[in-house]
């Protein structure tokens, strides 16, 4: 089995992201694929945009891709490592591989995923760092809302 592409599917997460962001919303975006590229859902976080905390940018793309038989042979591509919530919902189902575009912002489960036999890929991608880290400076309250920080 070939490996995708990671930085390509990235970029469909970075839209998204994107997206939040001119909505007004946290920039998290999240796009599941399967392993031959084909693209199953996206989403982004919509915690502000609809007054819901439940709305990350995993969930949203989970959602949208409806049901599968099986995620083993899925990617979970999203902008940021994944919070807790997000990081179960990896294991509950399965999904095989995580990329994240970033982990400098938020750890949050990477290392727990890797001991769990999750693939974890993370890309460092410059451009995730600077879109939540300039948000985060500009909206500390809102972001430590989202990561359940007091
Ligand atoms: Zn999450």
Redesign the pocket.
């Given at each position: 089995m070939t490996t995708p592409n990671y930085r390509a599917l990235l970029e469909t997460a970075i839209a998204e992201a994107r997206q939040g962001l001119a909505e007004g919303g946290i920039p998290i975006g999240a796009a599941l694929y399967r392993h031959d590229g084909r693209l199953l859902g996206c989403g982004h976080n919509r915690r502000v945009q609809e007054n819901d905390p439940s709305v990350?940018g995993?969930?949203d793309a989970f959602r949208k891709a409806g049901r599968q038989r099986s995620y083993r042979d899925t990617i979970m591509v999203t902008t940021l490592a994944?919070?807790w919530?997000?990081s179960g919902l990896v294991r509950q189902f399965g999904i095989g591989t995580v990329v994240v575009g970033e982990s400098v912002n938020f750890r949050g489960g990477i290392d727990w995923l890797r001991e769990h036999g999750v693939h974890v890929v993370d890309l460092e991608d410059a451009e995730c760092i600077a879109l939540l880290g300039d948000w985060i400076a500009a909206h500390p309250e809102v972001w430590n809302e989202d990561i359940g920080a007091d």
């Amino acid at each position: 089995m070939t490996t995708p592409n990671y930085r390509a599917l990235l970029e469909t997460a970075i839209a998204e992201a994107r997206q939040g962001l001119a909505e007004g919303g946290i920039p998290i975006g999240a796009a599941l694929y399967r392993h031959d590229g084909r693209l199953l859902g996206c989403g982004h976080n919509r915690r502000v945009q609809e007054n819901d905390p439940s709305v990350h940018g995993e969930t949203d793309a989970f959602r949208k891709a409806g049901r599968q038989r099986s995620y083993r042979d899925t990617i979970m591509v999203t902008t940021l490592a994944p919070c807790w919530y997000c990081s179960g919902l990896v294991r509950q189902f399965g999904i095989g591989t995580v990329v994240v575009g970033e982990s400098v912002n938020f750890r949050g489960g990477i290392d727990w995923l890797r001991e769990h036999g999750v693939h974890v890929v993370d890309l460092e991608d410059a451009e995730c760092i600077a879109l939540l880290g300039d948000w985060i400076a500009a909206h500390p309250e809102v972001w430590n809302e989202d990561i359940g920080a007091d």
